[in-house]
């Protein structure tokens, strides 16, 4: 089967598609004919060789959710048989004609979805579910500061985050981004680019800090994200657009009463993988099949393409998700 392999890390000209072995699955997975795979900006941190892969990721090659058809099933697997149109996350490998995907955290296409829109929606859906309302508690009434609006898991933190009756800011480094998170319902967003978002974060919500902070920056702007929190509030780190350390004034934590939590998907447990697909179905699969949330999908590229899909997202242009199709 043909695959997109890494033969070195560093510029998107070191991703080729070659012809790989066609994987077996093993007794509780699914071989995935995959039809679409989405990209994720940490695709991009591997390809250059900045991202250590957690230990029990066996699957090296890129691509953490796809679409497609079962083609093959593990020996116990009664659930599924082949030909069903499946998506969901896998440990590695959905930038390939087949991959392998653990039967637990297999979901049905809904009548009528694209394979584009469902390799678009879990990371981000499920992203948003585990960092706002697990980690997060956000309830009806909070405040939310939401890093890169724009971003493939931005667009739907925006939307999950309203549903749950959250007052949403943003940032972003286009007007045109800023128009766009305004439509997906957020309340008011901040160039960053050109303002301080430290300073006008607050006047727009009224003088108040906010109840939390959904942190992709990281970085030097960990003490400005930490002094937009209100007392008491949270800061979530998901992910270092802006660098991986800082420095930081412990006494505003301490004084202020402030939590600051770190989350990531990767490292999690078999179990929990399949602990959060499992909540992500419960809580958001009906809001997506009734169109009361959605991804975002920004393009679309041929897998032979992967190179100009990661230039793309590097480009920080894109508005949502970029989907390679199969
Ligand atoms: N921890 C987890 O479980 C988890 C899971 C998934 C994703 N993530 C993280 O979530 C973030 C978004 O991922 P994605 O795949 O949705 O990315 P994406 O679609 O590529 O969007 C990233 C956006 O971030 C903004 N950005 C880039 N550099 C920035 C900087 N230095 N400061 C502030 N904003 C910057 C850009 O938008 P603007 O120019 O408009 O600001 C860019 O378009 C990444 O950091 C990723 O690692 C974490």
């Not at 967003?189 to 939390?212: I, K, Q, S, W």
């Not at 202020?256 to 929990?272: T, Y």
């Not at 499992?278 to 009361?292: H, S, Y």
């Amino acid at each position: 089967m043909r695959a997109v392999v890494l033969e070195e890390f560093g510029e998107p000209e070191v991703m080729h598609v070659r012809e790989v072995p066609r994987p077996q699955p093993g007794p509780r997975q699914l071989r995935v004919r995959v039809r679409a795979s989405a990209l994720n900006r940490g695709d991009t941190v591997q390809r250059s060789g900045g991202y250590p892969l957690p230990p029990g990721i066996k699957t090296p090659r890129m691509g953490i959710e796809v679409a497609g058809e079962v083609e093959a099933v593990g020996a116990e697997v009664r659930a599924w048989s082949p030909g069903q149109r499946v998506f969901g996350l896998v440990d590695g490998g959905g930038y390939a004609e087949a991959c392998l995907m653990e039967e637990g955290m297999a979901i049905p296409i809904p009548e009528g979805w694209s394979f584009v829109q469902a390799a678009a929606t879990p990371e981000a859906f499920i992203t948003a579910h585990e960092s706002l309302l697990m980690l997060g508690g956000l309830r009806e009434g909070q405040s939310v500061l939401i890093h890169a609006g724009g971003s493939g898991i931005g667009t739907a933190c925006i939307q999950v985050a309203k549903a749950m009756g959250a007052k949403v800011f943003f940032t972003v480094s286009t007007e045109e981004k800023r128009r766009r998170c305004l439509e997906l319902g957020a309340d008011a967003g901040v160039l960053r680019t050109e303002r301080n978002f430290a300073r006008e974060v607050p006047a727009l919500n009224g003088g108040a800090g906010v109840d939390l902070v959904e942190d992709f920056v990281g970085g030097a702007a960990l003490e400005r994200n930490l002094s937009v929190l209100k007392f008491g509030g949270c800061l979530l780190l998901l992910g270092m657009l802006d660098g991986m350390s800082a420095e930081l004034d412990l006494r505003q934590v301490v004084m202020r009463r402030l939590q600051l939590k770190g989350m990531a998907l990767r490292p999690l447990s078999p179990e929990e993988r399949v602990a959060v697909t499992r909540r992500f179905r419960e809580r958001w699969l009906p809001e997506l099949v009734a169109g009361r949330v959605r991804p975002i999908i920004d393009s679309t590229f041929p897998l032979e393409r992967a190179a100009d899909a990661h230039r793309r997202m590097e480009s920080n242009a894109s508005f949502g998700k970029i989907v390679l199709e199969v």
